[in-house]
């Protein structure tokens, strides 16, 4: 069993006749921001599930704080963040917050934690309903946080955040990593790639990048990302 | 299937079920409305009539009205947790999936607890319906048939992918048990074939139950309501098996 918070060893995940994932290996670090990107459809939320442990694979093995992803004792130290919202649209974001607080068994000054780590303390007593987009996966968010994960994966946290507070929840990614937590996001706008202190960039539910953003600028000789990956996937096409 | 049952989950999810039913006030009002005016529907249908129509079909209806409804609020509310993500996302945590079950039954044998005690409280006192049995063991038995409707509600739930879908598994699985439970012909009386397929239906069970303990002073319904609860434990069991922490 390796040490490493997130190992992946020869995955592929094969759903009907389409090919989801294709013996994707990669290992990552403790305390540092992933950033998962490529092509929407290329397979992102797929790893990000293998790792979860909702998802079923064929080959390959996926290792989680050197356990078998999926495993139950995993299930309190991973924070997991899917595309959509999942959180109950008819209760207030202090009632939604309190029901996972009481099924991950933490304290209600955690729930105010949260609540104030995604800046929602104006909202507590708002239908999830009523709230914005934004708001919503915020809410989304702070359930993750709850548990105080040493894994948080987030598909897509920060579509549809007005700038200021995309900037302010990757400063909250950076200090959970800085805590110790390792952090994997995924995201299609490039310009976050840069945020991150690793790269990783799936095509066609294949690995073509593992490496920080800056040695991705260096290898493909592109001045911003956005240009350096549209060369990493014109090399893999 | 995780048979550990945490009692601090077990009751979070009963309780959010619950408030979140307290905040949808039209679903409420109509769950502990309805049945009271269906049954007085009958009793006025029946009024200029002579005979014993009310006092034959009343108690089959109150052993029914809360199986159906549990069934559609249940397996609506389930389905809604399968496609919005939220089961996934507790299946994630550190939920039992008995936890989960026995969450949303607490919770919705708890309504129908109400819902049928002023069904049967409107049936005894306004509209004069005459039980021989003991009224608390009528209470009992309707709710078992409401945490039935539950169980079975939570089944189909996973085998559709929409709301119309759950809806639809409401006249394909309670239409025929309706027709073949004693309602409209006693059983007995039932071509043989049919007679032995009602023996097959919880519902046949749950009516003769109930009919048995408005007409006998000392109504035996144990056999009865052990089979109902037997078929509530399988559709809970199934149901578990249904509660995958993986999907492809």
């Known amino acids: 069993m390796t040490t490493s918070p997130i190992a992946v060893a020869g995955l592929g995940v094969v759903r009907g006749r389409v090919t989801a994932l294709d013996d994707v290996s990669f290992e990552v670090p403790a305390g540092q921001v992933i950033g998962l990107l490529g092509p929407s459809g290329c397979g992102k939320s797929t790893l990000m599930r293998s790792i979860v442990g909702v998802q ?34 008819d209760l207030t974001v202090g009632e939604n917050l309190r029901f996972f607080a009481a099924v991950l068994g933490v304290s ?29 996966s915020r809410v989304s968010l702070a359930v993750a946080l709850l548990g105080d994960p040493t894994v948080l994966v987030l598909d897509e946290p920060t579509v549809g955040l007005d700038p200021v507070l995309r900037r302010e929840l990757w400063a909250t990614f950076h200090r959970l990593a800085d805590a110790g937590a390792t952090v994997l996001v995924s995201s299609h706008v490039m310009d976050e790639a840069t945020r991150c202190d690793r790269l990783l960039v799936l095509r066609d539910g ?23 990956f549209l060369a990493v996937v014109e090399a893999a096409s | 299937m995780t048979t550990e049952i945490s009692p601090r989950i077990t009751l979070a999810v009963a309780r959010r079920v619950l408030l979140q ?22 009793r006025w249908m029946f009024s200029a009539q002579t005979g014993t129509g009310f006092q034959g079909l009343a108690p089959a209806l ?34 039992g999936k008995a936890d989960f079950l026995f969450g949303y039954a607490l919770a919705f044998g708890a309504v129908a607890a109400v819902q049928s005690a002023l069904a049967v409280g409107v049936s005894i006192w306004w509209l004069g319906l005459d039980v021989s049995g003991p009224t608390w ?46 309602l409209f012909i006693h059983r007995h009386r039932l071509p043989g074939f049919l007679h032995a397929i009602s023996n097959c239906l919880p519902l ?26 037997g078929f509530t434990v399988a559709a809970l069991v199934l149901g578990a098996l249904t509660l995958r922490r993986r999907t492809a």
């Open chain 2, 62 to 95: 109150l052993a029914l009205i809360p199986f159906v409804v549990m069934f559609l609020v249940t397996s609506v509310t389930t389905l809604r947790e399968r496609t919005s993500g939220t089961l996934e996302r507790l299946l994630a945590m550190p939920l």
């Open chain 1, 56 to 89: 079923k694979f064929t080959r390959g093995s996926v290792s989680v704080l050197g356990e078998p992803a999926g495993s139950a004792s995993l299930r309190s130290r991973i924070g997991y963040v899917t595309q959509a919202p999942s959180v109950y649209e």
């Open chain 1, 206 to 228: 294949r690995l073509i990048v593992d490496q920080t953003p800056a040695a991705l600028l260096e290898s493909t000789g592109a001045h911003d990302v956005e240009t350096a």
């Open chain 1, 108 to 136: 209600a000054q955690r729930v105010e934690e949260c609540v104030a780590l995604v800046d929602l303390a104006r909202q507590r007593t708002q239908l999830v309903g009523r709230l914005s987009g934004g708001q919503r």
């Open chain 2, 21 to 42: 039913l307290r905040r949808d006030r039209r679903t409420l009002a109509m769950l502990l409305v309805l049945p009271c005016a269906i049954i007085a529907l009958l």
């Open chain 2, 204 to 229: 046949s069970y749950a009516v003769d139950a109930m009919t048995a303990v408005s007409t006998r002073t000392n109504p035996r319904v144990g056999a009865d309501l052990a089979v109902v609860a």
């Open chain 2, 137 to 182: 063991l009528l209470l009992v038995v309707a709710v078992l048939d409401a945490v039935l409707g539950t169980a079975l509600g939570l089944l189909v739930s996973a085998f559709a992918r929409t709301e119309f879908q759950a809806v639809q598994f409401m006249p394909a699985l309670v239409i025929p048990q309706m027709l073949l439970c004693g």
